[in-house]
């Protein structure tokens, strides 16, 4: 690697940070990092893992889905389906050939013969004939109503029990009201309009009928709906279904349905073709009326003009007339001035808006087309040139140099100068270039419209003449054999459809639903519950999933720490593994993340409690620590900090003591016990005051002074909605980590604090995502995989001739 320059990864875009002295400002903030990318929506691992983790719910839901289902089929009554076929047998087919002898047209197209099947000009009648308006209880009651018939002016619809007893019925509501009285043979229900006589033979040993009537229309609208059409493309053959739980019922409906299907087609044909005929002679006459009326006009005109001068031209064969130069002429200056005067009022807004304040920008300028090309527009150009040259080196040097330095005054007044005076005057004057031109040009227009309407008129008074005669002409032969066809098709009309195959009771039912219902419901709460899965997942306020890191938040995924088990089973050496693994991936990304030009201070931090960011500092401390790096750990939480505890050594003094000057940097400093390179500096005495003591100098001063003293510097800081000290401490290190940790830390609240960051000169290196379980959307996230040394060696040293030894040498740490 010797030679190289290291880049670092990619990471959250910050805001720049101010000048420190001896730092470049292109070391500072993102400068050389890729941006963070584009939001992208759900991906299927994280439906996956939504899935999963809801799985007991799902199975709960589809459990009861499936149990619905099968206590639905219950009330699954039989259906079976009548079938019956109609040819469509025409003089024009379907397909629009002609055949046969001169006939009607087809009277509808493929889609008009299925709406009139379903119109209720089809469908009253047939309910009306089979009395399908009303439907006993028990099937076997059928035939007792079969001249069942309704006064739809008194109507009233419901559910109504017929009780028979000694010779005698009374017509009863479901409801218990008496509404007709009589003896067995007599008209039964007319005070609510039926018109209903049963055989008294029908009604003997009966005692109760039950029966509902609905209205014809009502009747018709649920027969319609249970229909089935179906017209293959190109084919005359229309296949008609009807599915209900009478077999016997089914088959009468629809051939009634096709027979009255025929006939209203037939009387339609019929009624149509005389229609037609009758129209056409109607036409025909007004036609002949207007042909001798237009050659009246043009006899008239010729004998009235045959003595004034003719304007008709004689063209030679084989020698094509060329257009009138003056057209060419007119129609071309038109154009121009149109984009003269368009060009030159676009700069006068320019112009005009540049003297209420606003500054004449080249792209403004040259959007306008005439001023790319014109020659006469060459100094406008020029100066627009040179004005974007100076806004450019004016950007340029204060990228450098403050307002107040010479060279920046004198560019702004160059820039200045072109704005005010030399630009707006170079465009003021090429407008008035292109006012001339306009008004030259729109006297030559003017010419060119006097010698155009000095044409004759009377040529094309003539032309008109002729073509109305012509036209008359032409539409008179048309009315005259469309006529003729007309009447010889009204006298052999012969209808378009017939029947083919009538419908027949069916033998069996059409097909058990009772499979498909169970499945459906099952299939329906089987969607339910990954839907309502997936929900409460979007729902779920907590940070789960690595792509809300990296595209919800812009974040560079540091590194993962593995969740391990802590319910007082024993650990096994797998779950070490991985964790030293993690660190050690950890301490790499932040180490090659980190400006290889500065001292190596981060401050790690968490948007809120419990994220872990004191386990991730202190083992991340102690892993730069076993590479052979001189690490400090600072306590930064001076307000909950338990890193001496942790450590076992003493909590004061410490970093509060030294920044209010009570205690010197030796006094602070505690090697600790985990390793010799770890130094420990703890928070101190807790005081109510001393977080304001993160806003002094001496918190600067003492990370610039361990930076240059140590390899790494980390700094344990509070959560970020813990108040101001995150940031402080972020601030002065110049680097952050975000330690977010699965199903505790919020999505929100991390997100509104990285807002806050984004306004601070803090370099966000990226995340570090604690108590991951490797499975799902992690599981490639894991640096472990079972491949480790199967005995321990010792470690040799390696020599470079000097009799040092490299072995302990910190990659990129300074000796």
């Known amino acids: 690697m010797s030679g190289q320059q290291i880049q670092p990864v990619a990471s959250r875009d910050v805001a720049l940070e ?52 099968v206590f639905a089929t219950r009330f699954i009554t039989p259906e079976y389906e009548v079938q019956a076929t109609i040819l469509l047998e025409q003089g024009t087919g379907v397909n629009g050939t002609a055949s046969g002898p001169i006939q009607g047209e087809q009277l509808l197209k493929a889609s008009g013969w299925q709406d009139l099947l379903r119109s209720y000009t089809i469908a009253d009648p047939v309910v009306t004939e089979l009395a399908l308006f009303v439907t006993p209880a ?38 218990g009201l008496d509404f007709d009285s009589g003896v067995v043979g007599d008209s039964i229900g007319r005070p609510v309009g039926f018109s209903w006589q049963p055989a008294p033979a029908q009604l003997t040993d009966r005692k109760e009928i039950a029966f509902s009537v609905q209205t014809p229309r009502e009747a018709s609208i649920a027969l319609i709906k249970r229909l089935g059409l179906k017209l293959e493309s190109g084919s005359n053959f229309l296949f008609l279904s009807l599915t209900g739980p009478s077999a016997g019922r089914l088959a009468t409906t629809l051939n009634a349905w096709v027979e009255q299907f025929v006939a209203v087609a037939t009387a339609l044909k019929k ?53 009138s130069p003056v057209f060419a002429n007119f129609f071309r200056d038109k154009v121009l001035a149109d984009s003269y005067q368009r060009d030159r009022e676009a700069l006068e807004r320019i112009l005009a808006e540049s003297k209420q304040g606003s500054v004449i920008t080249r792209e403004a300028v040259l959007s306008v087309p005439m001023v790319n090309a014109d020659p006469a527009a060459e100094d406008l150009r020029k100066f627009l040139g040179e004005q974007a040259e100076r806004e450019f080196s004016l950007r340029r040097l204060r990228e450098s140099y403050t307002d107040e330095f010479q060279k920046v005054k004198d560019e702004q007044a160059a820039l200045s100068a072109l704005r005010s005076q030399s630009v707006p005057m170079a465009l003021d004057a090429y407008i008035n270039q292109l006012k001339l031109r306009e008004r030259n040009l729109t006297a030559t227009i003017d010419r060119s419209s006097k010698d155009l309407r000095g044409i004759p008129s009377r040529t094309i008074e003539e ?69 309502l899965a997936i929900v409460l997942d ?33 650990r096994s050496s797998g779950q070490a593994a991985q964790v030293i693994e993690a660190f050690r991936t950890i301490r790499m990304n932040v180490r090659y993340a980190a400006d290889p030009n500065r001292p190596f201070t981060i401050t790690i931090t968490s948007p809120g409690p419990a994220d872990g960011k004191s386990l991730i500092s202190s083992n991340l401390a102690l892993s730069f620590a076993e590479s052979g790096a001189r690490t400090l750990l600072i306590d930064g939480d001076i307000r909950r900090g338990e890193l001496a505890k942790t450590f076992k050594i003493p909590a004061k003094p410490g970093l509060v003591e030294y920044l209010d ?23 101190g005495a807790r005081r109510r005051r001393a977080p304001e003591l993160l806003a002094t100098p001496r918190l600067n001063q003492l990370i610039n002074q361990m930076g240059a003293e140590y390899d790494v510097v980390i700094v344990d800081s509070p959560p970020l909605g813990a108040g101001f000290d995150a940031y402080a401490l972020a601030t002065a290190t110049g680097n952050m980590a975000l330690v977010m940790r699965a199903g505790v830390t919020d999505r929100k609240m991390a997100a509104a604090k990285m807002a806050v960051v984004d306004s601070l000169p803090v370099r966000v290196m990226g995340a570090l995502l604690n108590s991951i379980a490797m499975t799902g959307a992690y599981q ?19 020599s470079d001739g000097s009799g040092r030894d490299t072995n302990a040498a910190f990659p990129g740490a300074r000796s």
């Open 538 to 570: 979007q729902l779920d306020k907590r940070y789960r999933y690595p792509e809300q890191v990296t595209d919800d938040l812009g974040l560079f995924v540091l590194g993962v720490v593995p969740l391990i088990d802590s319910k007082g089973r024993k």
């Open 780 to 798: 490639y996230y894991s640096n472990y995989q079972d491949y480790v040394a199967t005995d321990e060696e010792p470690i040799g040293r390696i």
């Open 661 to 683: 000057g009570t205690a010197l940097i030796a006094e602070v400093l505690h090697p600790t016990d985990a390793h010799s390179n770890l130094t420990l500096l703890p928070g």
């Open 138 to 175: 028990a099937d076997a009651d059928s035939l007792l109503f079969r001249g069942f018939r309704v006064d739809q002016s008194r109507l009233r619809a419901g559910e109504y029990l017929l009780k028979l007893a000694g010779g005698r019925y009374t017509l009863t509501s479901k409801a």
């Open 271 to 323: 009624k149509n073709v005389a229609s037609v005929a009758g129209i056409l002679e109607g036409q025909l006459d007004y036609t002949a009326r207007a042909l001798q009326d237009a050659e009246s006009a043009l006899e008239s005109f010729r004998v009235r003009t045959v003595t004034e001068p003719s304007e008709r031209q004689t063209v030679q064969p084989g020698i094509e007339m060329t257009t």
């Open 18 to 69: 101010p000048y420190r002295e001896g730092a470049p400002p292109s070391d500072w903030g993102g400068g050389g990092q890729e941006a963070a990318p584009e939001p992208k929506g759900p991906s299927l691992g994280r439906y996956l893992a939504a899935v999963n983790r809801f799985k007991w719910l799902i199975l709960v839901i589809t459990a009861l889905g499936a149990a619905g289902g």
């Open 463 to 531: 032309q008109r003449l002729k073509r109305q005669v012509e036209m008359s002409a032409a539409l008179y032969q048309s009315l005259s054999l469309k006529t003729a066809e007309a009447k010889l098709a009204d006298a052999a009309t012969v209808p378009d459809v017939r029947i083919l195959d009538p419908a027949v009771v069916p033998s069996k039912q059409t097909r058990n639903t009772k499979p498909v219902i169970i499945l459906g419901a099952t299939g329906a709460a089987l969607g339910f519950a990954l839907f």
